[in-house]
Structures are given as structure tokens and as C-alpha cells.
């Protein structure tokens, strides 16, 4: 009999987990509780594989043999606590792709900086002429990729939610960027039961890997002593300390790896800020670890054009600039966000609360922010943590609204900053789809 394997979620990850596993000779039945894009239905139908949208019909879900699992559902839904009372196998479409490639495996996480740093890392490999895939949270399903397009060399972003549901996987170059509170609603608000998730990435590393982190977060630099790497060793940091392979002495970047050392001016980068520093840090020293020519890397450090709703200035209307940082999910994100303005803002954030602590931000905030504007649907969170420290506070129900507000508030030479703190599931499809409104508003004022 057939091993039927059942996919929950018909997103980009879990339709190539249907499109590999098919190939592959299983049994395969594609279930979403949402409407699916007509896209993935089209893929599905192609290749006659069995899928249903708007609900989970049980009996088809309790009756596989394993489970893919998209990683934005909780373990904490009805369903899924009889698939865990069954014992039935749950795990994610990166650990199923990793059972189907020999590729090198690049795999970033941390609680902020992935996206830009996966990109980054995965432009130097691409323009260095290496044959390349971008997958994980960005970029194509790396089942798909493994099963239709394979690549010699993958780089891969992850979240938390991706390597809980991961055991057999291995990152040949494992990054943890940094590590601060995020998502702790879905770990119990618990912070070690998240930094236990991050540490996951370095799980199934041999000797012959690389590990690369920030040496000078503070989570990090406590808990390697709880997982101590089996993989090489590559920390950074900002400025040089003993032992640390990546840091900047000079104004100079310095990486030193076995491929040798790289050294490149820190003007010619192409991201400013504290945060790209980190992330030109971590994305130099994987390239340097992957033998990257020198020039090559200067090059692509230095052209690099950055991500879309990350830091992402919009227009300038009036004398007033605007930053789309919809990508900004947590309190980390908006700290490093303000920390790179350097004029008086008006700050829109809010969504919904993922049971945050403003503490992170609240200095700047009193220092930079002439306003404050509370976007979502329940901003009593805000309120109670704002309230009597910022002269001016009011709230958006749209980000028509919001921006509209932004616009009277702000004042020439000023910053309207989009960087929410929050998801955006409360009055948005997702942080693109704040992104995206916001821009569209602020070109049409």
C-alpha cells in the first residue's frame, strides 16, 4: 500500500510539498481551511492531485501516514490535537525537501534581519555565476524547486515555526542573526521555548559546517553554552573582540574565514544602519565560508538594493519622507527601524499584538516620535503602554486613514514611518498587503 502523505495549508510551501511528494510516488491529499489562489489550484489539478479548500474534512487528514504542515498553524487547533493524539508524523516542507537533495544547504534565521540577509547572500551566490535557489520564507517552495528545478546551492530562510517542525534536516552554513521576543503566542509566552526554536537550525551539523552568529546579542552569547555547536565557529560582531571572524575595526569590514580573509570599505556597503551592518556581516562571511571571490563579494555588498517593505522609502511628499517598513512585525524590527532615522517621525504602528513589550522601544519613541498613530482594529495594548508619553496619539481604522492623519501631523524635514510591531492580520491579507496600501496612499496625496 501507498504511504498517503496529507499536506495542511496550499500556500506556496505546502502546493510544491504536494508536487514533490506525488513525484515521488506517495499517496497525496492537499487540504486548506481558506480559499486557495487559483494559481495553486491550476498546479494541483494539472498534476490530478486531490485537494479541498474551505474546511478539513477529517477522516482524509486522520488518515495519513505524515502530515506537511504549514507552519503558520498552530499545533493548538482542534485538528491538529487529534493528529497528535494519533501520532501521527507532522513535519514541515523543508525537513520533506531535505530528505530528496545532496544540495549545500545556506540556511538563515533570528528574529529579524532573515529576509534581507537570505536575499543578500543569495544575490552574491547568483551574481558570482553559482547555481543558486532562494526558498524558505522568500523566494520559490524548496520542495518544488527539489522536485522540478534543482539547484546545486540552496539559500534558505527560516522562521521559528518552519524548524520547530523540523528533525532530520541539515544546514551545511547555519546563521542566527539575533535573537528577541517574537510569536510568543504561539510558545506559551515562554521566551526559552522560542530560543529553544531557533537553536534548531544548528541541529544535524557535522564538523565539516559552519555556524555564523552574532556574538554581541546578548541571547545568543548565554545560551551557546546550553547548545554548543559541533559545526565551526563563525561569530561577528560590530567591533573586534578575541575570537570574533566578522566586525569592523577602521571603518573597515573584516571577515576571516579557512577561505582566507576579506576586507572591504564599511561607505561601499550598500544598506546603512546598525541592522545591515549585521546582516552584510553574516551574508560576507557565507559567501567567504562558500569560496566566494573577493571582488565578488565587494561587488555584491555594494549593489545590493535591499528588500521591499523593509526600510523601504516610498516617496517624499511636501518635504516629508516616507519609510514603508510593513515588514517590521515585532518590537526588534521598529527599534532598529527608528534607530536609522535620524529626524523628528511620525510613527504608525499597530495590528495584531502578538503579546509584545513596547519597554524595547519606549526611549526612542519619547526621543524621535512627534506622533504616534495606532493602526488596528484593537489598540488598547498601545494606549495602555503609550498614554502621557507622546503628545500626540490617535488611532486608524484604515491605512487610508492613517496616512491621511500622518500627512497633517508630520512636519517638513520629518519622517512618516510605516513599522507596525505587530501582524498585520487584523485589518490586512498580510505585511505585503500593508506595504503595498501604504505606498499606494502615499503616492496618491
Not at 494519533?86 to 533570528?110: D, K, L, N, Q
Amino acid at each position: 500500500m501507498n504511504k498517503r502523505i496529507v499536506i495542511l495549508g496550499a500556500g506556496e510551501s505546502g502546493t510544491g510539498a504536494a508536487v514533490l511528494a506525488q513525484s515521488k510516488g506517495f499517496e497525496v491529499f492537499v487540504s486548506d481551511a481558506s480559499s486557495m489562489k487559483p494559481r495553486y489550484k491550476a498546479m494541483l489539478d494539472t498534476r490530478r492531485i486531490g485537494w479541498e479548500e474551505g474546511g478539513h474534512t477529517e477522516s482524509e487528514i486522520l488518515s495519513a501516514n505524515e502530515i506537511i504542515k504549514s507552519p503558520g498553524i498552530p499545533n493548538t487547533t482542534p485538528l491538529m490535537e487529534k493528529v497528535i493524539e494519533r501520532h501521527i508524523p507532522v513535519i514541515s516542507e523543508i525537513e520533506f525537501a531535505g530528505r530528496y537533495t545532496s544540495s549545500v544547504m545556506i540556511c538563515i534565521t533570528g528574529s529579524n534581519g532573515k529576509t534581507t540577509t537570505a536575499n543578500w547572500i543569495y544575490h552574491i551566490l547568483k551574481q558570482a555565476g553559482l547555481d543558486v535557489g532562494l526558498a524558505g520564507n522568500v523566494g520559490n517552495s524548496l520542495a518544488l524547486q527539489v522536485a522540478e528545478t534543482p539547484h546545486a546551492w540552496y539559500v534558505v530562510e527560516l522562521s521559528s515555526f518552519q524548524l520547530d517542525n523540523m528533525y532530520d534536516f541539515r544546514a551545511h552554513i547555519a546563521i542566527l542573526l539575533n535573537i528577541t521576543p517574537d510569536h510568543l503566542d504561539r510558545y506559551d509566552h515562554k521566551m526559552q521555548n522560542y530560543v529553544d526554536s531557533k537553536f534548531r537550525i544548528i541541529r544535524n551539523q557535522t564538523q565539516e559546517d559552519a555556524f555564523i552568529f552574532r556574538n554581541d546579542d546578548p541571547i545568543i552569547s548565554k545560551e551557546i553554552a546550553n547548545y554548543p555547536p559541533v559545526a565551526t565557529r563563525y561569530p561577528f560582531a560590530e567591533t573586534f573582540r578575541e575570537g570574533v571572524k566578522g566586525y569592523v575595526k577602521n571603518k573597515q569590514l573584516i571577515i576571516d574565514t579557512i577561505n582566507g580573509l576579506f576586507i572591504m570599505e564599511q561607505d561601499l556597503l550598500a544598506l546603512t544602519g546598525t541592522h545591515n551592518l549585521y546582516n552584510s556581516l553574516a551574508s560576507g562571511i557565507a559567501a567567504k565560508i562558500a569560496d566566494i571571490h573577493n571582488e565578488n563579494i565587494r561587488a555584491s555588498l555594494s549593489d545590493f538594493t535591499g528588500v521591499e517593505h523593509r526600510l523601504e522609502k516610498v516617496a517624499r511628499v511636501r518635504g516629508v519622507d516616507y519609510v514603508n517598513d510593513s515588514k517590521a512585525t515585532n518590537v526588534n524590527s521598529c527599534w532598529y527601524a527608528l534607530k536609522s532615522i535620524n529626524t523628528p517621525v511620525a510613527l504608525i504602528l499597530g495590528g495584531t499584538d502578538k503579546g509584545n513589550d513596547y519597554t524595547e522601544i519606549e526611549e526612542l519613541v519619547k526621543q524621535k516620535a512627534r506622533a504616534l498613530i495606532f493602526l488596528g482594529v484593537d489598540n488598547i495594548a498601545l494606549h495602555n503602554f503609550f498614554d502621557g508619553k507622546v503628545s500626540c496619539i490617535e488611532d486608524a481604522r484604515s491605512m487610508e486613514e492613517a496616512v491621511s492623519k500622518a500627512y497633517r501631523l508630520a512636519e517638513k524635514g520629518d519622517t512618516v514611518l510605516l513599522s507596525p510591531c505587530c501582524a498585520s492580520f487584523d485589518l490586512f491579507k498580510n505585511y505585503e498587503d500593508r506595504g503595498n496600501q501604504f505606498k499606494t496612499c502615499v503616492r496618491n496625496l
